[in-house]
């Protein structure tokens, strides 16, 4: 079973709009969340890490997290056609001898439609 | 210069050859890792080493190997490419504590034909 779970889309929004971003986790020792855009044959750049419960705000972005409910969720706010790309969910989990990794979801695709 | 460089950018090579990709970084980091992307199955780990002398396998090691030069320097070899290791490879940095994410190189598109 995968450890991170995403929605692969499309997810189409309107210019303007709020776009809202899921993904869910099985691990409950995960501790840290990032979140990473990635453009068409381009490498992933982060974007948003959060690591404590309710919300974090960076510019039009927002990452919620929700430990007992083992979700975490990005919302672009003002979405933009430059916005336009794949959006990865990332946990970074203890893997043993004193180690964090991250695992990754495959993504989710967001269209912002001008 | 970027911090995580990956050469080289674009390969075609064919059937059988031995091919090294390239990965070096400028951040002092540590860990390093080798991802490859394919279309709808995202990123997944070969390989990832935390310090010069530790060498790991990932989820998909086979029909690879890597070697870690120096602190700086992390290669990618498939000793005999066959088509379905076509795909887009990235090398990443971390530094090591827990809310630390990933740099990632600029990527490798390899086509094996």
């Known amino acids: 079973q995968k450890e991170v779970e995403q929605n692969s889309g499309p997810l189409s929004v309107p210019e303007g709009a709020i776009a809202s971003l899921n993904c869910t986790y099985s691990d409950q020792g995960s501790q840290s969340f990032f979140w990473y855009r990635q453009y068409s044959g381009k490498s992933p750049e982060l974007i948003m890490f959060i690591y404590s419960n309710g919300d974090k705000e960076d510019g039009r972005f927002t990452a919620q997290l929700n430990k007992a409910s083992q979700y975490v969720s990005l919302l672009i706010r003002d979405s933009q056609p430059s916005d336009s790309a794949t959006y990865l969910c990332?946990?970074?989990?203890?893997?043993?001898?004193?180690?964090?990794?991250?695992?990754f979801g495959k993504g989710t695709k967001l269209s912002v439609i001008p | 210069d970027a911090d995580v460089t990956q050469t080289p950018r674009n390969r075609i090579t064919k059937t059988g050859k031995r091919i090294m990709l390239e990965c070096s970084q400028t951040k002092g980091h540590d860990r390093m890792y080798w991802y490859r992307q394919d279309p709808g199955l995202g990123l997944r780990l070969i390989y990832y080493?935390?310090?010069?002398?530790?060498?790991n396998k990932g989820e998909i090691s086979d029909g690879y190997s890597v070697s870690r030069q120096a602190q700086a320097k992390f290669s990618l070899s498939l000793e005999s490419a066959i088509p379905n290791q076509t795909a887009l490879y990235f090398c990443?940095?971390?530094?090591?504590?827990?809310?630390?994410?990933?740099?990632f190189g600029s990527g490798t598109r390899l086509t094996v034909v």
């Open positions: 080493s935390f310090d010069v002398k530790d060498i």
């Open positions: 990332a946990r970074k989990g203890y893997s043993g001898a004193g180690s964090y990794q991250l695992t």
């Open positions: 990443a940095t971390s530094d090591d504590w827990e809310g630390a994410g990933y740099t």
